[in-house]
Nanobody
């Protein structure tokens, strides 16, 4: 199984950005996807999650209303659309997957995930 996260970069406050997480080596539609981020010197924390078929999403309070998780199972890819970014959104963003057999589960804890991507850095500059 491989997960390739991409789309990070240097953006200005208030800008928009879309992260992608492309999966291979698994039946993607059977896996929930979680997005986490890790700021310098801090722990990796939950940002957003989407169920295996895309019918359910959850968000951390800090990003609710600004970030949107989505997925295209035909392309084996999940997305995290970020709008109105803030300096506190600066972090390395990781995607993880957890097999759910197609059930509408979303997981907020690191240990729940089977596989992780390598991370993509988002830097929000003022």
């Amino acid at each position: 199984v491989q997960l390739q996260a991409s789309g990070g970069g240097l953006v200005q406050i208030g800008d928009s950005l879309r992260l992608s997480c492309e999966a291979s080596g698994l039946t993607f539609s059977n896996y929930a996807v979680g997005w986490f981020r890790q700021a310098p010197g801090k722990e990796r924390v939950f940002v957003a999650g989407i169920s295996s078929r895309g019918g359910s999403t959850e968000y951390a309070d800090s990003v609710k209303g600004r970030f949107t998780a989505s997925r295209d199972n035909a392309k084996n890819t999940a997305y995290l659309q970020m709008i109105k970014v803030k300096p506190e959104d600066t972090a390395v963003y990781y995607c993880g997957v957890r097999e759910t057999g197609g059930r509408s589960y979303i997981f907020r804890t690191l240990g729940s995930y089977n596989y992780w991507g390598q991370g993509t850095l988002v830097t929000v500059s003022s």
